[in-house]
């Protein structure tokens, strides 16, 4: 059984006088708030999907005590991950080394990292970084220049952020092999001299306080940048589907609009082409055969 061909709808009104007209502007325009009404929801609902931790639960800027921060049993865990600490220790002249590329502000240079013996009662070994030079060159002259500044060896009250170790790198070819890239504890301590006690996992990026800003000024070192950690995020894909589903729904509402705009266009045509049916009927003339039937029904 062949199937029926969609009928086509020639001649006024077109589709688009039809959509023009008041009823249906007004139409549209109810259609456009509702759905608009239901792209913001499903705005609202995407950003409860993607929620920070509250940010009281994950307080990396109040200064702590290293020793309640990080254990030296353990690595770094994910809350002592850049958390501000404070260390008391001094510097060992001699152990200082060079770590590049490094980048401050925007600027590729190299590091110049210290070795911390941290005092009693948590007596360990700690990397710290001290300051940063434009280039690796400058950051191996600055060297002297720091471990012969007053201070440098002296105990102090240190304070800085406490990051988990780096990655290591394979040397490129033609790199030196001895060359630190990335910022490994576990490396320096094999170079330092008289490691007899714990090393801690993790590296501090010095903050420019107490004798600090002088040793820096003493080997013209700038300041390392130190970066707060961003909060943790949690994704509800829950909310991520129903902020979909809102979306789905302001298409529907304006394609609900077209539908109904087009039923209506539809069904005055097939008005029109009955009315042309009837009256063609009507102009046929009269019919005998009914005639003499109406005459014999009589």
Known sequence: MPTPSKPEYLG??????VMRRPLWI????????????????????????????????????????????????????EE??????????????????????????????????GHLVTEEPERAHLAVAIGWAPSAEAAEAAIPA????????????AEGRYMPPEGPQVPKPGDDPQAMTTMIPAHFANVWADVDAPVYSGYLVLHPDGPVPALLAAAD????????????????WL?????????????FAVFFWFRLTRDAWEKEHELKALRAEAGAETDAGPDPERDLAESRHE
């Open 146 to 157: 720091l471990e012969s500044a007053a201070g440098f060896s002296a105990a102090f009250e």
């Open 26 to 77: 007004l139409a549209l325009l109810l259609a456009l708030a509702v759905a608009g009404g239901f792209a913001w929801l499903g705005q609202w609902q995407m950003s409860m999907a993607v929620r920070s931790d509250d940010p009281a639960l994950v307080d990396t800027e109040t200064p702590r005590a290293l020793s309640e921060v990080s254990d030296l049993a353990k690595g770094v865990t």
């Open 80 to 113: 002592a991950a850049g958390v501000v600490v404070e260390v008391a220790g001094a510097f060992v002249p001699g152990d200082s080394r060079v770590v590049a590329p490094r980048h401050n502000d925007g600027a590729e240079g190299a590091w110049v990292v």
């Open 12 to 17: 006024e009104p077109t589709l688009g006088q």
């Open 221 to 236: 070192l700038d300041a390392v940048d130190s970066v707060p950690p961003l909060p943790p995020e949690q994704v509800n």
């Open 239 to 251: 909310n991520v589907f129903y902020a979909i589903e809102w979306v789905v729904f302001a298409g």
